[in-house]
């Protein structure tokens, strides 16, 4: 339940996407997409000194031990259901 809570919320995304916007907003002639991609990325730097711990940190093995256990289920369960359907 508390790693649901913290990965649910955009908050996480919504709060690095405003710092990109901060550092983004002083340029003034955007040359290619290349450029873009530097100042982007140049703000996720930026955007990362502020992020904290997860709560629910020692969750996180557990997630991925679902992830993993639901990723190598055979193909042919998902064609089951969809035959039911």
């Given amino acids: 339940p508390e790693l649901r809570r913290s990965l649910a919320s ?5 709060s690095m996407n405003a710092v990109i ?13 290349k450029m ?20 629910a940190h020692k969750q996180l093995p557990v997630l991925k031990a679902a992830l993993e256990k639901h990723r190598s289920k055979p193909e042919d369960a998902v064609d089951q259901v969809a035959d039911a359907a």
């Fill in 10 to 14: 955009t908050n996480i995304v919504e």
């Fill in 21 to 33: 916007r901060q550092v983004c907003r002083n340029v003034k002639r955007w040359r290619d997409a």
């Fill in 36 to 55: 873009a991609l530097r100042w982007t990325a140049a703000g996720m730097l930026e955007a990362a000194k502020g992020f904290r711990r997860l709560k």
